[in-house]
């Protein structure tokens, strides 16, 4: 079902309560739990098409095939010094339904202690008890039958699982025999088999749950889950290839508010007005970004931009953490075949450093961690105590998928070898960068200053500094625990050999110098519209409601708001964000009636 014709201008005409700006994986999720109050009126803009119809979204087995198209922002980030100098493509959705209609479908949750550290922190109801009851409210999972339970380890616990939200979770009934080869090995070297990996705890080896409605075989995702099911609400209407230029703040009283937005449709200029509140929802790269080019921001980054300074706040568009990823490579055994598995569904592994790492090990890493300087005492001190060796939270992650997965391997195509890839992701980094709008360059297409198709500055700071070194490190003792798994029994008898990295790599030094050269990222970015805690504008963009410090009726809902990573995909987390978000929304909106 298309979204329903309206015109731009009709659009900016319209009396819209809340105007929500991107209709993403957390702003169609907000918009369709505010319409819910009839006497809402709800207006979202999306900058892409809708695609609602188009196979290489809906289809499981097509999942990459959409990154680098139109449904793709593609940015990029700048050369990384950590990374000898590479830049890294940022893929992020643009399409009605965000990078949810562009990712892998990954269904997981984070640890208990993620969440706890948030409440920690100083952002009231942002632990694990305050998010559980909007992680079941997301989902619709679907119970693996007896059969399927057992073949593929398709675990849960049903107190921690939603059974009536729109989107759907489920488990594959496919599940070739090298994933369970991989699955018993790590169970046969001592690791804990996790029956409730979405009750708190993902430590240990489990099935991955994804995002895909079984009985349809078709991706679940924001449009299809959120906007389709209510698109016949009177009270909600999204503008789609719809360019937002910044959100309009008027002063009153000494005070700024937020009063609508200005955007681009074709080649005309329109505002929106919204009497409650603006929400952006456009993700980690762009909620910043647009805050910038309102002129919220760090003052040198909004002068060098040629915008002027409405709000000084040096926290917008800092704080930026991804998650690190390096991919092995292993030759298999010729005779294994593959299944044609829809989205990705393999074993995944979350460990402790305290596990993957032989104590002989982990002690150097250990001593450069209690060495760092602190650059923000109360987080430091939560990422400090993640590699205590008692900590039992997964530093690294471990899915095994079949195939090459590493960019950088080219295999003889006509070898008529088959490979396996192990990706090892590094789950709490203390690496940290930045995003913010590009300074005023006389080529841009006005003249002079960022817009929101200018393409802002993306350094993630991977491996940078001392606290990129700690990452580093970090990422060897990731690796090496791959070597240990693809050469223990029962997985070691359908393994010939590691080719990546080649059979060379065997000293520490030769081992650091593939890890620079080879890792990539995850797409997990988070962090730059931080929730400020106990310290408020001096740490953070928002408060614990979300609300922009220093301007009223604007709110950020969506990842940037996390202050600190979390040891899991983001997609169930991004959803409860929203659902969270939209809770806090109506609470106030109530508040404001009364």
């Not at 006497?39 to 809708?50: N, Q, R």
């Not at 200029?269 to 929802?281: D, M, P």
């Not at 980054?301 to 040629?306: H, K, S, T």
């Not at 909106?589 to 009364?594: C, G, I, L, W």
């Amino acid at each position: 079902m298309p979204a329903p014709l309206i015109s731009a201008a009709d659009f900016a005409s319209r009396g819209f309560d809340y105007v929500v700006v991107g209709g993403g994986t957390a702003g169609l999720a907000v918009a369709a739990r505010l319409s819910e109050d009839p006497s809402l009126v709800i207006g979202v803009l999306e900058a892409g098409p809708e695609a609602l119809e188009d196979d290489a979204i809906n289809s499981p087995g097509r999942f990459l095939q959409t990154l680098g198209t139109k449904y793709d922002w593609q940015f990029q980030t700048v050369p990384q010094e950590g990374l000898g100098g590479r830049a890294l493509a940022w893929p992020r959705g643009k399409v009605l339904g965000g990078t949810s209609a562009l990712n892998l479908m990954t269904w997981n949750r984070g640890n208990k202690e993620d969440y706890d550290a948030w409440e920690q922190l100083g952002n009231k109801g942002w632990g694990w008890d305050g998010l559980l009851p909007f992680f079941k409210k997301t989902e619709a999972f679907h119970l693996p039958d007896k059969e399927t339970q057992s073949a593929c380890r398709a675990y849960y616990d049903p107190s921690a699982i939603g059974a009536d939200g729109p989107v759907h979770a489920s488990y594959s009934k496919q599940y070739p025999k090298a994933y369970q080869l991989c699955y018993d090995t790590l169970v046969s070297l001592g690791i804990r088999e996790n029956k409730a990996h979405h009750a708190g705890s993902n430590v240990g080896v489990w099935t991955n749950p994804v995002s895909v409605d079984p009985d349809r075989n078709t991706r679940s995702y924001a449009a299809s889950a959120y906007y389709v099911p209510n698109s016949s609400r009177q009270n909600l209407l999204i503008l789609t290839e719809a360019l937002v230029d910044e959100v309009v703040l008027d002063q009153e009283h000494g005070q700024w508010i937020a009063t609508g937005v200005r955007f681009r449709h074709g080649n005309d200029s329109f505002v929106v007005k919204a009497s409650r509140e603006v929400v952006l929802s456009a993700g980690s790269v762009q909620s910043p970004q647009l805050l910038e080019l309102s002129g919220i921001g760090s003052p040198q980054a909004l002068e060098e931009a040629g915008v002027e300074v409405r709000i000084s706040n040096p926290n917008v568009g800092e704080n930026l953490q991804d998650h690190l990823m390096t991919v092995s490579v292993f030759e298999i055994d010729s005779s294994l075949q593959g299944e044609d598995l829809g989205a990705p569904t393999s074993p995944f592994c979350y460990l402790p450093v305290s596990t993957a790492a032989s104590e002989g090990e982990s002690e150097p890493l250990l001593s450069k961690v209690d060495m760092l300087e602190q650059v923000d005492p109360e987080k430091d001190d939560i990422l400090r105590s993640r590699f205590d060796p008692k900590a039992n939270l997964g530093q690294f992650e471990y899915i095994f998928e079949l195939g090459n997965w590493n960019s950088n391997f080219h295999p003889d195509p006509l070898d008529g070898k088959k490979y396996a890839s192990v990706l090892q992701i590094l789950q709490y980094p203390f690496s940290r960068g930045s995003i913010h709008i590009l300074p005023s360059n006389p080529s841009f297409d006005d003249g002079s200053r960022s817009t929101i198709a200018t393409k802002p500055v993306i350094n993630p700071g991977y491996y940078y500094g001392e606290r990129g070194e700690v990452d580093l490190e970090t990422m060897k003792q990731c690796i090496r625990f791959s070597d240990k798994l693809c050469t223990s029994m029962p997985l070691s008898s359908v393994v010939r050999s590691r080719v990546a990295p080649p059979s060379s790599v065997t000293s520490d030094a030769d081992l650091r110098d593939w890890v620079v050269r080879n890792t990539t990222t995850d797409w997990h970015p988070v962090g730059t519209c931080a929730m400020g805690g106990h310290r408020g504008i001096r740490s953070g963009v928002v408060d614990d409601r979300l609300r922009v410090y220093g301007v009223e009726r604007l709110r950020v809902v969506d990842a940037s708001i996390m202050p600190l990573q979390i040891s899991a995909h983001l997609q169930a987390t991004v959803y409860a964000i929203a659902e969270k978000g939209a809770h806090l929304i109506l609470e106030d909106n109530v508040e404001r009636r009364t």
